[in-house]
């Protein structure tokens, strides 16, 4: 049974950095991919970044293309989420996912593909 636990959130000012951690517990490896979302309430989760699970494709999201970088440990036990240049548009609760397996909505960044959530970290940035 997997078990994702974010970490790393924090208030911090605007164009101020972050790293957010995902530990990966119990996801199989064999699964192929994984992302991070971000959700404001009132509205549906927004896939930011996704990677497959060998790390050779990642895949972004408009808004944070060249800022947030999506990475894991080479135990491949750890997800990442760097984040530059941050803004108060980025303010939201921060979600690991894994578990997605259907390329197409994986690679999409849809919600429904990812079978595994953590509990989320919240990120909140001042202007």
């Known amino acids: 049974q997997e078990h994702l636990v974010e970490s790393g959130g924090d208030s911090v000012q605007g164009g101020g950095s972050l790293r957010l951690s995902c530990a990966l517990n119990g996801v199989p490896w064999s699964q192929d991919y994984l992302a991070w979302f971000r959700q404001v309430p009132g509205k549906g989760r927004e896939g930011v970044a996704v990677m497959d699970l060998d790390g050779d494709e990642a895949i972004y999201a408009d808004s944070v293309q060249g800022r947030f970088t999506i990475s894991q440990n080479n135990a491949k036990s750890t997800l990442y989420l760097q984040m530059n240049n941050l803004g108060p548009e980025d303010t939201a609760m921060y979600f690991c996912?894994?578990?997605?397996?259907?390329?197409?909505?994986?690679?999409?960044?849809?919600?429904?593909?990812?079978?595994?959530w953590g509990q989320g970290t919240q990120v909140t940035v001042s202007s």
């Open positions: 996912a894994a578990r997605c397996r259907a390329a197409r909505l994986c690679r999409g960044r849809d919600p429904s593909g990812f079978r595994s």
